[in-house]
């Protein structure tokens, strides 16, 4: 399928695609509103965000989904209020229900991360995870988030895909597509009827949404443009997104229910140790380019 020729048409595909996505969103990124959630959305902004500027007073989240880092944020007490966007009715919606069965209050709107409908300098944070790949006016976006910020305030994205660390990661996954007949058959698992689905969103529409894939060179350049200062751009997850990536490409073969518990158990804690490696011995050493994920923090004079 082609990818759509206008930004609107792009804007208007990542809706419908999140909205089919939404309901099986948490259950298939392994989205935690416990320890473990909270410990990988701190672990992350830990990386990028002073620690002297902690807790937050005032946090937007841009391209909420269904809460991930606000709503952790709001549990460990590190923002006061947040504030929650996403341009799919349907990903606030399950948003809504996961604030209100953990108790929380936040404020969720359903609106175009470029066409923010807050005042100016409303925010101490902006923060927002995988989100700034779907965006098809990245400056015209960061220029926003300048607006909403109070003068010293800050912006956090993470998890946000490396161009060459999405090239690196395609071998493990071609290689886990080529093992997976002889990987069902070990796991008697079937093969699935809809392989790597989301949710009910198309499939086809993946590469579609998926607008980006970044240099570092490229968000430091879209917050020095949006006159942010203090820019910093880093990498994350190597030896961990290898893994992570092949069995997830293995999963995405054989129908969900079939797979045995003892293999999500390895791939889980396997993913997790494999963080740890790269977060103690490969970031920081290593340049972010080689990395899967990127991340970028940036402050207004």
Aim: charged share 25%.
């Amino acid at each position: 399928m082609a990818a759509p020729a206008t930004a609107e048409a792009i804007r208007d595909v990542n809706t419908r695609y999140h909205d089919d996505a939404a309901g099986s969103y948490d259950a298939k990124w392994g989205i935690d509103f416990g320890p473990g959630g909270l410990e990988q959305v701190m672990g992350k902004l830990g990386k990028i965000l002073p620690r002297s500027r902690w807790p937050f007073a005032y946090a937007l989240e841009v391209g909420a989904g269904t809460g991930y880092f606000s709503l952790n944020l709001l549990l460990a007490g590190q923002v006061r209020r947040a504030t929650c966007t996403d341009i799919s009715p349907g990903m606030i919606d399950v948003l809504d229900r996961n604030a209100a069965r953990l108790g929380l209050d936040v404020d969720a709107v359903a609106c175009d991360a470029e066409r923010l409908p807050f005042e100016d300098g409303a925010f101490d944070l902006v923060v927002g995870h995988a989100v700034l790949h779907h965006l098809p006016d990245l400056d015209r976006a960061f220029a926003e988030f300048h607006r909403v910020l109070r003068p010293g305030g800050w912006i956090a994205f993470c998890g946000e895909p490396s161009q060459l660390g999405d090239q690196l990661a395609s071998v493990p996954k071609r290689a886990a597509w080529e093992a997976a007949p002889a990987w069902r058959r070990l796991i008697r698992a079937a093969e699935a009827a809809h392989p790597g689905q989301h949710g009910e969103a198309e499939p086809g529409l993946e590469h579609v949404v998926d607008v980006h894939a970044f240099r570092p060179e490229e968000l430091e350049r879209h917050a020095r443009g949006a006159g942010f200062a203090d820019v910093r751009v880093r990498g994350e997850e190597l030896l961990a997104s290898w893994f992570g990536w092949a069995n997830r490409a293995l999963e995405a073969t054989a129908e969900p229910d079939e797979v045995p518990w003892a293999w999500r158990q390895y791939a889980y804690r396997g993913y997790l140790l494999l963080q740890q490696v790269d977060r103690r011995l490969l970031e920081g050493r290593l340049p972010p380019a080689i990395f899967y994920n990127l991340m970028v923090a940036a402050r207004r004079p």
